[in-house]
């Protein structure tokens, strides 16, 4: 069964400093990664996705992703933090459910950025 | 494209009363899904479909009903509210084929007192 450990339920950085936000993942299959970012009173919106194209997935706002097998993982980086980036961060792999599939998210990151 | 919209936006019942959450998709999606999200907890998937007139169970389907007799609608019936149902529920849809990628509406917030 697939699942997905998203380490840290609260990171704080400071504008202008790198922001890692740390995913791991169990899969039986080959997997299809997500990362979405949710701003405070709205849905989720997709940051990146990694679907076995390239280790190194680029996505939105200046993020990027990097898939590693043998460390089961898909950390989620951006060099410079900015205020705006204040948000809460899921991790999610796709999963087969029994008529289709559908996602399985991680608990979620808060990232918090000060001046 | 309006994507994904979810009406209400809040609603406040009491136990024992009942209520339809409203989804709707202007995307042409066959799957959509519905989540529930309570805080430190990520999202749980409650119910989904994969069609018009298919719908299956999620991890966590006590208390919900869902219906699906067009592509574009998939409401979440809630029967006889419960305190425990008091959460943000978030509707989404994606393609049939591509890599997964789900699109989400801006969610209902749920209170049950």
């Known amino acids: 069964a697939q699942s997905v450990t998203q380490l840290g339920s609260h990171v704080s950085v400071s504008e202008g400093a790198l922001v890692l936000l740390r995913c791991n993942y169990s899969?039986?299959?080959?997997?299809?990664l997500f990362w979405y970012v949710q701003y405070p009173n709205q849905g989720l919106q997709l940051l990146l996705k990694?679907?076995?194209?390239?280790?190194l997935v680029k996505g939105i706002n200046g993020f990027e992703a990097e898939f590693k097998k043998s460390e089961t993982s898909f950390h989620l980086t951006k060099p410079s933090a900015h205020m705006s980036d204040a948000a809460e961060y899921f991790c999610?792999?796709?999963?087969?459910?029994?008529?289709?599939?559908?996602?399985?998210f991680g608990k979620g990151t808060t990232l918090s950025v000060s001046s | 494209n309006a994507g994904v919209t979810q009406t209400p936006k809040f609603r406040i019942l009491k136990i024992g009363q009942s209520m339809t959450l409203q989804c709707a998709q202007d995307?042409?999606?066959?799957?959509m899904y519905w989540y529930r999200q309570d805080p430190g907890m990520g999202l749980k998937l409650i119910y989904y479909?994969?069609?018009?007139?298919?719908?299956d169970k999620g991890e966590v389907p006590n208390g919900y009903n869902v219906s699906r007799s067009t592509t574009e609608d998939f409401p979440l019936r809630l029967e006889l509210a419960a305190p425990s149902q008091t959460s943000v529920y978030f509707c989404?849809?994606?393609?049939?084929?591509?890599?997964?990628?789900?699109?989400f509406g801006p969610g209902t917030r749920l209170t049950v007192t």
């Open positions: 899969s039986s299959v080959p997997p299809y």
């Open positions: 989404a849809s994606r393609a049939g084929g591509g890599f997964y990628e789900q699109y």
């Open positions: 995307m042409n999606h066959n799957y």
């Open positions: 999610a792999v796709s999963a087969q459910v029994q008529a289709g599939t559908a996602l399985i």
């Open positions: 479909s994969v069609g018009a007139g298919i719908t």
């Open positions: 990694y679907t076995s194209a390239a280790t």
